[in-house]
């Protein structure tokens, strides 16, 4: 998909605040209908929950699809809204969503770049994901300088702890111990022994330890020790309950990724328990103008399941052209059989 914030500002038909399946699959259906739609995700890339989460498990109850990963589900419906090419603004956080006196909505995003749009669909999931963090007060002032979620690009004679156990944070040592500029040590520091990794990672994991390369920590953190205003030491509660500390340079943190619903609950949306409030027949909110599909909303007998979401997104595009174009009535097509929509398709 196109990356598309070159210019502050753009202008659009209709944004799509989240780009999991809920918002790739809002894409297509929108596609069918002739209208183009501008992605948004805080991730870099398309997926949602399905690459965040669970890019390699396996998903069962997909129509037609009797076995897939969650990565090959993001891949396959990658592949099925090309033709319609919608631009990604990936890395991005939606934080404000307001109606200018026009009637356009105006949507802002961390990174100071806006998009109005006649139409927006929020298929936001659980929320933003964003990195999981230490909560260790005093790590805060010491955030890009000191402590990473990304490997900085000068590592040589440096300490460097690793926390996490997930398939990053492993791979994280184990390329920390390949690198042409090594690092002084490496420590991977975990609360308990057993690690989240795959089987194979623990393995090279495990070879890299007995080749003294990684050291292996049990233990949280608890504060850190600050001379001349440079982190020296990280001071850890072991399992047993006693006090370490143990010499650092660089942190980074690996804990994997936690959904945030953050903003949403401040755009003076309708909303109950967390979920945004639709129409079922079209996937309008009360603000006209602002449709939800997805994990995001809630009505009764909705499931959080993958193909609820298709569902809600094809009778949303409908809502959303008959709010477009008030004065015309929207046929309705089989993909079967419409030369309309094969041209769009391209087939
Ligand atoms: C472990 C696990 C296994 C599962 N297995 C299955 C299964 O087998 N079958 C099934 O049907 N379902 C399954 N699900 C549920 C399924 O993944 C969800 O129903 C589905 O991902 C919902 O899609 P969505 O697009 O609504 O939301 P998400 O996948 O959550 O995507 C929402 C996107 O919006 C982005 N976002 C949120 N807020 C903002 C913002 N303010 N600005 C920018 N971006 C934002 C997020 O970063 C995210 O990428 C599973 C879920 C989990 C956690």
């Known amino acids: 998909m196109p990356p598309s914030t070159a210019s502050k500002s753009q202008q659009t038909d209709v944004v799509i605040v989240g780009a999991g399946p809920a918002g790739l699959f809002q894409v297509f259906e929108l596609g069918l209908l002739g209208i183009t739609a501008q992605l948004v995700d805080v991730l870099p890339k398309p997926g949602g929950q399905c690459i965040a989460l669970y890019a ?3 998903i069962y109850d997909i129509p037609g699809l009797p076995f897939c990963t969650g990565r090959e589900l993001i891949e396959r419906l990658m592949q099925q809204v090309k033709p319609f090419a919608p631009a990604f603004h990936g890395g991005h956080q939606i934080q404000t969503l307001s109606q200018n006196t026009d009637g356009l909505w105006q949507l802002g995003t961390d990174q100071g770049f806006e998009l109005k749009a006649r139409c927006v669909i ?5 929320g933003a994901f964003v990195q999981r963090r230490l909560q260790v007060p005093a790590l805060d002032a010491l955030r890009g300088m000191q402590v990473f ?3 900085p690009t000068s590592i040589q004679n440096q300490h460097i702890v690793v926390v996490g156990s997930h398939n990053e944070a492993i791979q994280t040592c184990l390329d920390l111990t390949q690198s042409s500029d090594p690092p002084l040590s490496v ?3 975990h609360r308990r022994e057993v690690l989240d990794a795959d089987l194979d990672l623990q393995q090279l994991f495990k070879l890299a330890c007995d080749a003294k390369k990684i050291q292996f920590k049990l233990g949280q953190v608890t504060d850190v020790i600050v001379d001349r205003q440079r982190m020296t030491h990280l001071q850890m509660a072991t399992p047993e309950g006693l006090f370490e500390s143990i010499t650092v340079d660089l942190l980074i943190e690996k804990l994997g990724m936690s959904p945030k619903l953050g903003p949403i609950s401040q755009w003076g949306l309708a909303m109950d328990r967390k979920q945004l409030q639709v129409d079922t027949q079209t996937f309008a909110t009360q603000s006209p ?6 994990d995001v909303i809630g009505y009764p007998g909705k499931k959080k399941l993958i193909l609820s979401a298709f569902h809600e997104a094809a009778l949303a595009a409908y809502g959303i052209a008959q709010y477009l174009n008030p004065n015309q009535s929207i046929p309705f097509e089989y993909t079967t059989a419409s030369a309309r929509i094969h041209q769009r398709l391209g087939v």
């Open 187 to 189: 420590t991977l520091l």
């Open 122 to 126: 929020i298929a936001a999931g659980v």
């Open 56 to 58: 390699d498990k396996p």
């Open 149 to 151: 979620s990304v490997v």
């Open 289 to 294: 103008g602002i449709f939800a599909i997805g």
